[in-house]
């Protein structure tokens, strides 16, 4: 029998007539690093804050580790990792205060040794004391992608993963996630960077103004000679403009 450790069915999201997210089901297997693949504004991030039970939806349901993201939001976000679209750390805490704060909120054992782990990994030791709201954009990146794992969760959610990040440090977090979905565990990411979806994901889903176009898996693609750059503008360039 199938684990899947994501289940969408039929989630929809409007804001007064415009309709962000139209009635998308999808499911995740256990073990994948699944992408959500869309231009800016197809209602990526959207999907994201309904699976992590941050927005209700405006119809369907989803179900995350077998946990009704709408019955218990909470709970969803308590097992999961989440990378939100804008990395926003309290700007009042310094980066080591943020993990640890966020260690407590875990319970987390050990979090200034795990802390320390992560400072020297995303090479930022030397941010350790510096208030977020002085960090720049990668260094909050990178602050926010260790909150994300520093419980190890068997699920992670990350919206635009390698946005803000140098090319070295790209690589660094690419061999992190494919290392991580090999232990076992599961990733979904959103992102517009068919690329990198194409380079390090299993499967993915191609959401275009809030409708779910395709889902399918990489190797199908490649078996058949194709690029995932090549067959997303063929999917997208055939949806009628609004």
Same mark, same amino acid.
């Given at each position: 029998?199938?684990?899947?450790?994501?289940r969408?069915?039929?989630l929809?999201? +409007?804001?007064g007539?415009?309709?962000?997210?139209?009635?998308?089901?999808?499911?995740? !297997?256990?073990?994948?690093?699944?992408? $959500? %693949?869309g231009?800016?504004?197809?209602?990526?991030?959207?999907?994201?804050? +309904?699976?992590?039970? &941050?927005i209700?939806p405006t119809?369907?349901?989803?179900?995350?580790?077998?946990?009704?993201t709408?019955?218990?939001?909470?709970?969803? @976000?308590?097992?999961?990792?989440?990378?939100?679209? &804008?990395?926003?750390p309290p700007?009042?805490?310094?980066?080591?205060?943020?993990?640890?704060?966020?260690?407590?909120?875990?319970?987390?054992?050990?979090i200034? !040794?795990?802390?320390? =782990? =992560?400072?020297?990994?995303?090479?930022?030791?030397?941010?350790k004391? *510096?208030?977020?709201?002085?960090?720049?954009?990668?260094t @909050? &990146?990178? $602050? +926010?992608?260790?909150?994300?794992?520093?419980?190890?969760?068997? $699920?992670? $959610?990350?919206d !635009?993963?390698?946005?803000?990040?140098?090319?070295?440090?790209q690589? *660094?977090?690419?061999?992190?996630l494919?290392d991580?979905?090999?232990?076992?565990?599961?990733?979904?990411?959103?992102? #517009?960077?068919?690329e990198?979806?194409?380079?390090?994901?299993?499967?993915?889903?191609?959401?275009?103004?809030?409708?779910?176009? #395709?889902?399918?898996?990489?190797?199908?693609?490649?078996?058949? #000679? @194709? #690029?995932?750059?090549e067959?997303?503008?063929? %999917?997208?360039q055939?949806?009628?403009?609004?």
């Amino acid at each position: 029998m199938t684990d899947y450790v994501i289940r969408a069915d039929g989630l929809t999201k +409007m804001y007064g007539d415009l309709t962000a997210v139209n009635r998308v089901s999808l499911s995740v !297997e256990k073990g994948a690093l699944y992408g $959500l %693949l869309g231009p800016n504004g197809s209602g990526k991030s959207t999907m994201i804050k +309904m699976l992590t039970g &941050q927005i209700r939806p405006t119809a369907g349901s989803a179900a995350v580790l077998g946990i009704d993201t709408q019955a218990d939001p909470v709970g969803v @976000r308590e097992r999961v990792g989440i990378i939100p679209e &804008q990395e926003t750390p309290p700007s009042f805490l310094t980066a080591t205060e943020y993990l640890q704060f966020v260690g407590a909120i875990r319970k987390v054992p050990n979090i200034d !040794e795990k802390a320390a =782990w =992560w400072f020297d990994f995303l090479d930022f030791a030397d941010k350790k004391d *510096v208030l977020c709201k002085d960090l720049s954009r990668g260094t @909050r &990146q990178k $602050l +926010m992608f260790a909150q994300a794992f520093i419980h190890k969760p068997g $699920l992670a $959610l990350i919206d !635009e993963p390698l946005i803000n990040f140098d090319p070295i440090m790209q690589h *660094v977090v690419k061999d992190y996630l494919r290392d991580y979905v090999k232990a076992g565990n599961t990733i979904f990411v959103s992102t #517009h960077i068919l690329e990198v979806a194409e380079e390090i994901c299993s499967g993915f889903a191609i959401l275009h103004k809030g409708n779910l176009l #395709h889902t399918g898996t990489v190797a199908d693609l490649t078996a058949d #000679h @194709r #690029h995932l750059d090549e067959f997303f503008l063929s %999917l997208v360039q055939r949806v009628p403009h609004a």
